[in-house]
């Protein structure tokens, strides 16, 4: 099943908000990504972490890999139309080939 | 954009008929892989590839099977469809070929009904 708890499960933006959203996992990842999906379409990488503890940003988003090596964050910084669809997190443990997914953010804009 | 389609891109087919998905790959990488995603779940892991004539298993294996007999085709066949296999199936490649960083390329997905 599922090892990846995504939450929250969807929320509502305005324009110009702050938005924060995270994922936890009883097991240690030694990479944690964020993808992003818009309608009709597959998902697209927007960050990749590789090391606890690490901050990284893209644009208006940043990324933090917990210090645990079992959670990780994504905040969306001043949120604007574009910003809607599903987020997912990703982890990978040491060694594997595979990721797996959280069940994923859905990000809808206030009206 | 990475080179991968997948096809067909839309079809309805009838419980108990076979259904064979196709990802092809311009890329030469090495790693392939085939997720379903439905509502409440994510994206889940069917089967993957680590080269030709290698695969193994994802968690939701059961009623799949797929085959890599060069290295730019994935295939993914369900051998009798049923309707719990109605979803959005999509192929991902890895960003870089012959490592596997977790960075995927998802193709554009192919949404199969079964009725």
């Known amino acids: 099943g599922q090892q990846l708890n995504q939450s929250p499960q969807s929320m509502f933006i305005q324009e110009g908000e702050d938005v924060s959203m995270n994922c936890t996992s009883s097991?240690?990842?030694?990479?944690w990504l964020w993808y992003k999906q818009d309608p009709g379409e597959g998902p697209v990488l927007l960050i990749a972490l590789y090391k606890a503890g690490e901050l990284t940003s893209n644009g208006r988003l940043t990324a933090q890999f917990g210090i645990t090596r079992k959670d990780s964050f994504l905040n969306i910084s001043a949120s604007i139309p574009s910003d809607v669809g599903i987020y997912f997190c990703?982890?990978?443990?040491?060694?594997?080939?595979?990721?797996?997914f959280g069940a994923g953010t859905t990000v809808t804009v206030r009206a | 954009d990475a080179g991968i389609t997948q096809s067909p891109r839309h079809k309805v087919t009838e419980t108990g008929t076979p259904v064979t998905l196709r990802c092809h790959q311009t890329?030469?990488?090495?790693?392939m892989y085939w997720y379903r995603q439905d509502p409440g779940h994510g994206l889940r892991l069917i089967h993957y590839s680590y080269g030709v004539k290698d695969t193994d298993k994802g968690e939701v294996s059961d009623g799949y099977s797929v085959s890599r007999s060069k290295t730019e085709d994935f295939l993914l066949t369900l051998e009798s469809a049923t309707s719990s296999q109605t979803s959005v199936y999509f192929c991902?490649?890895?960003?870089?070929?012959?490592?596997?960083?977790?960075?995927?390329?998802f193709g554009e997905g192919s949404r199969l009904t079964v009725l």
């Open positions: 991902a490649i890895t960003s870089v070929s012959g490592l596997n960083t977790g960075e995927l390329f």
């Open positions: 890329e030469n990488h090495r790693y």
């Open positions: 097991s240690i990842f030694n990479t």
């Open positions: 990703a982890g990978q443990k040491g060694g594997e080939d595979k990721l797996s």
